[in-house]
Nanobody, 119 residues
Framework: QVRLVESGGGLVQAGGSLRVSCAAS????????MGWYRQAPGKQRELVAGITSGGSTNYADSVQGRFTISRDNAKNTVYLQMNSLKPEDTADYYC?????????????WGQGTQVTVSS
């Protein structure tokens, strides 16, 4: 079984910064891609940022240049550093981890951490 534990969300004023973390534990074998998604009230879940096992990253246009995704493979942890936060960044943030077991891959999701940006 795999468990993802997120932390670091909270309330911040516009222009401020937050860092959210997601630590994976359990039977991990080989972790491939890791990523952060968010879902605002009344909206669909959307990709914020992703990072491959090789360290390649991709970002949503709305966060490019403000957010940075990184991973610590020794700790099985993915981070999202969020700078210059805007009220429209307010959402529940979820981490997603893709784990490879032989020829099969499985998705795992965290429970979500709330980020609120006040204007």
């Amino acid at each position: 079984q795999v468990r993802l534990v997120e932390s670091g969300g909270g309330l911040v004023q516009a222009g401020g910064s937050l860092r959210v973390s997601c630590a994976a534990s359990g039977t991990l074998f080989s972790i491939n891609a890791m990523g952060w998604y968010r879902q605002a009230p009344g909206k669909q879940r959307e990709l914020v940022a992703g990072i491959t096992s090789g360290g390649s990253t991709n970002y949503a246009d709305s966060v490019q240049g403000r957010f940075t995704i990184s991973r610590d493979n020794a700790k099985n942890t993915v981070y999202l550093q969020m700078n210059s936060l805007k009220p429209e960044d307010t959402a529940d943030y979820y981490c997603r981890v893709v784990i490879k077991y032989g020829s099969l891959e499985y998705d795992y999701w965290g429970q979500g951490t709330q980020v609120t940006v006040s204007s």
